[in-house]
């Protein structure tokens, strides 16, 4: 995904009190903070409130100098979004709220997908499980470095996590996806045996 | 590019390899007929790749949704937050302005929640100054709306009936539809004062206070004006039909007698994270033209990003068969002037 220069012009505009302009960056990031919001948590309303918190605080206290405005976003989205879960949580359990919820945003996906792709869909579903049960932080990990293109040491600074983590948290993510896939084709061959025994004892039972 | 380094990957390697993530994600072909060569090398590499592809549009399936989803609720995101922004240079004066403007927001609010209440099932789309948006219909029917529109679906789509509200401009591509009888179902646009009765055709509509054009460009129009005692009025493509609410008449007028700038139509006809039997969809909607396929498979293969001119059908033709060069191919059956897409032998997928 590559970002155009125009949207760090409109940053400046926007430090300088323009609404409109303020929308316009609003937008622009709004689609890619959720996604990168989802790949941590299921509950959409959880990751717009983040985001507009974020830019509630930049409308506010508007940065004075900023190198990289991508970098300087996804990482306060990021504390923003963690702050807002944490505070749930505390609220989660005094107010128990059902976890369905949680179940409801995973398995619509899935559904998605199915209406897609019919050639590849149960591989890919079997991977998109594993990919959902994955610990978020190596979702989160895998994100940024593959969707969103950013370098391990970006990744370092977003997550506040050492590089070796980072490139830890990629390869484990992708083993435990592999696994899965394996798994998978194994599970197929105990079937196929099944269905040619059932097939041999057919044919014996003509003769 | 160095064979030895691939020959040598691990799934996990080539899931980690951006030339190849760029070949699998964004159908970079730059490096395709490398990468073909390699997966021809032998069986364990064309499986190897295969696995890491599958990982990687797993992975791509669930972020585009992700994306999508983030995509169709930014408008409204914006709208909740525009109200909580607090204005930045604040004299007595201008707070005086905002408590003014606030309690006349909630006004209209309240207001519009009154209007829209009995029809609260129906779906708004607004478009904002500098903004046009394209608006898929349930039935297939696309709508372009130009800037400060908007469109709005009837609670009555559910029972079959196509009407729609506009309010601004916006461009009608309308998929002709058959109802159970066989009998073409009409498609109605509504704006103030007029009703736009079609069956299937390609139109523009700008209606701003009292006034509505209608601009034809292919299939047939109906007009219907007037309070207790309808008057309807026909037009034909090239024609530009324009009712006035006041005096409620409807002037008919030949095209080319109308400034071409005052005619609007989107110029491209974009595809984003679609499946190609979402975008062929589209495709006979805009253009009016048929595809055939022999394999349902290749329906499902994805198309991230793709933008064509909205005047030629051969552009999306061209590029599609660059995109899954060795995948499919389409091209234009001359005895009936349908487009057939054959599947092509899979080295990839073995």
């Known amino acids: 995904m590559t970002r ?4 760090e012009i409109s940053w400046k505009k926007y430090i300088s009190g323009d609404k409109a302009v303020f929308g316009d960056v609003y937008l622009h990031y709004y689609a890619e903070l959720y996604a990168y919001g989802r790949t941590i948590t299921p509950r959409a309303d959880w990751i717009d409130t983040a985001i507009q918190e974020l830019f509630i605080t930049l409308w506010q206290n508007p ?5 990289s405005l991508d970098q300087y976003i996804f990482t306060s989205f990021r504390n923003q979004l963690y702050r807002t879960l944490k505070n ?95 798994n998978q084709q194994f599970r197929l061959h105990p079937a196929l045996i099944l269905i040619i025994c059932l097939q041999l004892s057919g044919n014996m039972n003509l003769f | ?60 399936e669930v972020h585009s949704d992700y994306h999508e989803e983030g995509r169709r609720k930014s408008a409204e995101s914006w709208k909740a937050l525009e109200q909580r922004l607090p204005s930045r240079k604040k004299t007595s004066h201008r ?10 927001s909630i006004a209209i609010a309240v207001l519009v929640l009154w209007v829209l209440w009995p029809s609260s099932q129906a779906a708004v789309y ?33 029972n079959g009936i196509r009407d729609v509200t506009l309010d601004g401009e916006g461009y009608f591509m309308v998929r002709s539809q058959a109802d159970t009888a066989g009998h073409k179902k009409k498609f109605t646009v509504k704006t103030s004062g ?64 109308v400034r071409a700038d005052e005619l609007w139509k989107p110029k491209t006809i974009e595809f984003d994270h679609i499946t190609l039997r979402e975008a062929i969809e589209k495709m006979e909607t805009v253009f009016k033209v048929e595809f055939t396929s022999e394999s349902k498979a290749v329906l499902g293969l994805k198309i991230n990003k793709l933008s064509v001119p909205s005047d030629n059908p051969e552009v999306f033709i061209k590029t599609v068969n660059i995109l899954f060069e060795n995948k499919i191919i389409i091209e234009m059956d001359p005895e009936n002037g349908t487009y057939a897409i054959r599947e092509l032998n899979k080295s990839m997928d073995q």
Request: aromatic share 8%; glycine share 4%.
């Open chain 1, 4 to 7: 155009d220069i125009s949207i």
């Open chain 1, 63 to 67: 940065p004075k100098e900023v190198r």
């Open chain 1, 88 to 182: 749930s949580r505390k609220y989660l359990a005094t107010n128990r709220v059902p976890e369905t919820r949680v179940e409801d945003g995973w398995h619509k996906s899935a559904e998605d997908i199915l209406i897609e792709d019919e050639s590849n869909s149960e591989i890919r579903q079997q991977i998109q499980k594993a990919l959902q049960s994955l610990p978020a932080r190596r979702r989160e990990a895998i994100y940024l470095k593959f969707f969103q293109n950013k370098t391990t040491a970006e990744i370092s600074v977003i997550m506040n996590i050492r590089e070796e983590m980072v490139r830890n948290y990629i390869y484990k993510g992708i083993k435990a996806l592999r696994t899965n896939y394996s």
């Open chain 2, 1 to 60: 590019m160095n064979a030895e380094k691939y020959i040598q990957y691990r799934v996990e390697d080539w899931v980690q390899d951006p030339l190849f993530r760029n070949y699998i994600l964004d159908k970079d072909t730059t490096h395709g007929h490398f990468w073909r060569g390699l997966s021809n090398e032998s069986d364990e590499i064309a499986r190897k790749m295969k696995e890491a592809s599958d990982i990687l549009q797993a992975m791509s």
């Open chain 2, 95 to 104: 707070r005086m302005i905002t408590l003014v403007s606030a309690a006349a």
């Open chain 2, 126 to 158: 607004l478009t904002e100054a500098n903004e046009t948006q394209e608006v898929l219909l349930p039935d297939g029917s696309l709508v372009y709306l130009n800037e400060n529109s908007s469109l709005t679906i009837h609670e009555e789509w559910q």
């Open chain 2, 194 to 257: 007029l009703d736009i009765e079609v069956l299937g055709t390609q139109f523009n509509v700008q209606s701003r206070d009292a006034e509505t054009r209608v601009s034809l460009d292919e299939g047939a129009v109906k007009l219907v004006h007037g309070g207790a005692e309808k008057t309807e009025s026909y037009m034909v493509p090239g024609q530009v039909a324009s009712y006035d609410q006041k005096s409620n008449k409807v002037a008919i007028i030949e095209k080319a007698l």
